[in-house]
């Protein structure tokens, strides 16, 4: 497997990852923090819906994947 294979494997995991954990944490502490309700509490992903999951993880996984790219040098988007 080469350098550049292995580079870009790795920035996949980690940019989808970090979206996914980042994605989980809004909808975890962010939303319940500006709702009007005082007495909000924490949602499930299944409570959210899991469609709208993706829509919010997708976006933020792919904008960490095109910094990745940039600094590792992938090549997976061009230049």
Do not use: E, H, K
Request: aromatic content about 12%; hydrophobic content about 55%.
């Amino acid at each position: 497997m080469s350098s550049l294979l292995f580079r870009r494997i790795l920035v996949w995991v980690i940019g989808m990852g970090t979206g996914f954990v980042l994605g989980l944490l809004i909808i975890t502490f962010l939303l319940p923090a500006l709702s009007p309700d005082p007495n909000a509490r924490a949602i499930s992903i299944q409570q959210y819906g899991i469609i709208y999951f993706l829509t919010t993880i997708v976006p933020l996984g792919l904008m960490f994947v095109t910094i990745l790219d940039r600094y590792l040098d992938t090549r997976i988007l061009p230049d």
